[in-house]
């Protein structure tokens, strides 16, 4: 694309000669010859001091907020909001051409997307996925370090999925592409609500109120009279929710009164879950029509009252995609264990759970899945989360001294300090929280700063009809791996 048709659609003048552009990149360390170096100011460091490290490595043209001498220059006031109209308008505006389905919320996006996604091609219908685990295509992984990646790698997916055939891009947005402008411009024509919690990510957002309100502009963009598919039994997502110009889809477990599908007669097990989806009200359809009352039953191989919540809300979706109720349940009942969610690593011996735990209420929901689970002794290793404030170890901590405390358990809790990236480093304020809370609790543990004596130490004590669960969210990433290593290789 010419450099001069960029300008054209950002509405800006180019200072300097016109150029061909062959991609648009923000970080100069991956700049490729021919492309766009936007030069975006950051919190730590301003972009425009990286324009000449990419114009060495072939940059043809800068986006900033200033021109740079002797090269081709878009000047905007603001490079972030510019990157993406950039991305869209370079690729085509793919989004236009596939089926946008938006999820966002503090838990759960991944394993509702990873659900749709499986829903819909057991509908015969190509499905991409940009999220947690990598932009996903027809069993191809991109890996992208991020939940929501940057603009140019969300349109230039979103350009693949279109060219491959793809019908329905299913996207998790987080508050922090929100807020760095990564997914502006995009429409959904259908949102997802998993659940609000007010204190995550602190150590990004300066306040509670401020998460929630930047979590919420996710309704903006949604298309004029999109559905909204919300957890009514989340109160924050319920409030934030009410009132808004659009139908609002509200699924419960609880039989709350105000929710137009229930999930009833759950039941768990190792081998996953059962229930019933009973759609109380007509829900509508996207391409127009109604979704007539019904009653669903389904089965999940996976367990968790946590992942049933997030199946039911996947399955909802569907419905309104206008995706049978037969092949919903084909396909909830066929899925592939989702890695760390709920993951049953092991049973010849002691059984292995894994759960990526983040928060009060998704150490309740596993602590619940382990109470369905018969064994003898529980041994659990904890991972604290690092670099996501105080608030939220402290209330861990009370949550998992909560659910301890009528049992008769091991604990053992890591920093993960050999196995933590430099994002999720545990700070020493941040231990020392979880480990203050837990001796006031009078719940007994053991403290091991690295994951490898952690997890060794919860294995070694393991015997058969025993349960080991390994709990944590990035600092437990290589939990199963050193498990797995301590275990006997399993009977083929």
């Not at 609880?254 to 137009?260: F, S």
Request: one cysteine or more; hydrophobic letters at 45%.
């Amino acid at each position: 694309m010419r450099l001069s048709a960029l300008a054209g659609a950002l509405g800006v003048p180019l200072s300097g000669e016109d150029r061909e552009i062959t991609g648009i990149t923000l970080d100069s360390r991956q700049v490729q010859p021919g492309q766009l170096f936007v030069a975006i100011p950051g919190a730590n460091a301003d972009g425009t001091r990286f324009i000449p490290d990419a114009l060495e490595r072939g940059a043809v043209a800068v986006c900033a907020v200033r021109a740079w001498d002797g090269v081709p220059s878009l000047v905007v006031d603001d490079p972030r909001e510019a990157l993406a109209r950039l991305a869209s308008e370079f690729h085509g505006h793919p989004a236009r051409e596939v089926r946008m389905i938006g999820i966002t919320g503090s838990l759960g996006k991944t394993s509702t997307a990873l659900l749709l996604e499986t829903i819909i091609g057991a509908a015969g219908e190509k499905v991409g996925v940009i999220g947690s685990l990598g932009i996903r295509f027809e069993g191809h992984v991109v890996e992208t370090g991020m939940t929501t990646p940057e603009a140019p790698a969300i349109h230039g997916s979103l350009r693949y999925f279109a060219a491959q055939g793809a019908g329905t891009a299913v996207m998790e947005v987080t508050s922090h592409s929100i807020l760095l402008k990564r997914v502006d411009g995009l429409q959904y024509d259908l949102g997802l609500l998993t659940n609000i919690v007010p204190y995550e990510h602190l150590e990004f957002h300066p306040t509670p109120e401020h998460y929630v309100r930047t979590k919420t502009r996710f309704f903006g963009m949604l298309k004029p009279g999109a559905p909204l598919v919300v957890n009514d039994d989340d109160p924050t997502a319920r409030q934030v929710s009410t009132g808004l110009d659009r139908p609002v889809i509200g699924v419960s477990l609880r039989t709350r009164e105000t929710a137009a599908v229930h999930v009833q007669r759950v039941l768990m097990g190792v081998e996953g879950s059962t229930f019933a989806l009973h759609v109380r009200r007509p829900l509508p359809l996207l391409d127009g029509g109604e979704v007539t009352p019904m009653t669903i039953p389904l089965a999940l191989p996976i367990l968790g009252r946590q992942q049933v919540a997030n199946a039911a809300l996947a399955a909802t979706a569907a419905l309104i995609a206008g995706i049978p109720a037969e092949t919903i349940a084909f396909a909830l009942a066929d899925v592939e264990p989702m890695h760390r969610r709920m993951h049953i690593l092991y049973e010849e011996g002691p059984v292995l759970l894994d759960d990526t735990v983040g928060n009060p209420e998704s150490i309740r929901a596993v602590f619940e899945a382990i109470r369905s689970i018969p064994h003898h002794n529980l041994r659990v290793a904890y991972a604290i989360r690092g670099s996501r404030g105080v608030e939220v170890n402290e209330r861990n901590a009370e949550a998992l001294a909560r659910e301890l405390e009528p049992m008769v358990a091991t604990l053992i809790v890591t920093a993960s300090d050999d196995h933590a990236s430099e994002r999720d480093r545990v700070e020493d304020e941040e231990r020392d929280a979880v480990l203050r809370t837990l001796e006031a609790t009078g719940v007994p543990f053991i403290y091991e700063p690295t994951l490898e004596r952690a997890v060794t130490r919860a294995i070694e004590g393991a015997a058969r009809g025993d349960l080991v669960a390994l709990l944590g969210a990035q600092g437990m990433d290589k939990g199963g791996e050193i498990a797995r290593r301590l275990l006997p290789a399993p009977r083929v």
